[in-house]
Structure formats: C-alpha cells, structure tokens
C-alpha cells in the first residue's frame, strides 16, 4: 500500500471501482460474485446506502463498506454492511478510517447507533469494532432464504 489512507463516498461508478470491487469481493466472500457497474450504480444511486471507499496515497482503493440508513417509527437506524480491505493494506488503518467515516455519517443524519454483524473467524476485524467502541449485542439475528 502506498502512503496514508483516505477514504470517501463513491458518488459515481468508473471503470476503476468495478475492478476493485472484482479484485476486494472474493476477499469477503466466496460465494457472492463481484457486483457489476449497474449493480454499483444502484447502490451508489440509493437514497437508502452510503458506498464509502478508501484509497491509498496513489488512489487505488484497497477497501469499502455500505453504510444503510433508514427510518423506522423509532427513529434512524444505520447498518454497517460488506467491510472489506485488500489483504495488501490490512493493517494500515482502511478498516478503521472506513468505519470511522461510517459512524460519522450516520451521526450526521441523525443515527443515535450503528449495528454492524461480523463472523467470529474475523479475528482482526472484531478486534478493531470493539477498538472502536462496538459493543457485542445478545440479540439472535435470523435469516430467511427464499
């Protein structure tokens, strides 16, 4: 990774941002394939998501995550959702700078809280949300498949 890590929101989708989430989606998921430029230009479109990207100091992006926000009758809720750095990077600080920037968004429209899931393999990644101030919840997340 060259020089310091910036992170912003992607406002547009280009050429390079399809390449890097080609190149950063196999390192979150296996079995998720990499998002096409329209499916990037949803989320970038939505009113509901925040894509946040960070770059290093030669601007290749080496890590992302979607913030979702959304109202319901109590109030503002915001979601952290695919935190993914480069292996390359890990450990220069893109997790914690996305994250970061994460909360302070969702502060800024209001979110009284930030929830996030991460799997207990990520041992590092668990380690910087609690750094962070993330509590673990006693809740039971359920999932429907259709």
Same mark, same amino acid.
């Not at 998002?35 to 990037?40: G, R």
């Not at 998501?49 to 290093?56: E, I």
């Not at 080496?62 to 979702?68: F, I």
């Given at each position: 990774m060259t020089g310091p890590v910036t992170v912003s929101e992607a406002t547009g989708v280009d050429?390079?941002?399809v390449?890097?989430?080609?190149?950063?989606?196999?390192?979150?998921s296996s079995s998720s394939p990499a998002?096409?430029?329209?499916?990037?230009g %949803?989320?970038?479109g939505s009113d509901a998501?925040? +894509?946040?990207? @960070?770059? %290093?100091g030669a601007g290749v992006v080496?890590?992302? +995550?979607?913030? @979702?926000l959304f109202r319901v009758p109590t109030g503002i809720r915001a979601w952290i959702e695919d935190v993914v750095v480069d292996e390359s990077?890990?450990?220069?600080?893109a997790g914690e700078a996305l994250v970061r920037a994460a909360v302070d968004r969702a502060r800024s429209v209001g979110a009284t809280s930030v929830?996030?899931?991460s799997r207990p393999s990520r041992e590092a990644a668990n380690r910087l949300y609690v750094r962070l101030g993330f509590e673990l919840r006693q809740t039971n997340v359920y999932r429907w498949k259709g």
């Open positions: 050429p390079g941002l390449e890097a989430f080609a190149r950063l989606i196999p390192q979150l998002p096409t430029a329209a499916e990037l %949803d989320i970038v998501s925040v +894509l946040l990207v @960070a770059r %290093d080496v890590g992302s +995550l979607t913030l @979702a990077a890990r450990g220069a600080g929830d996030l899931t």
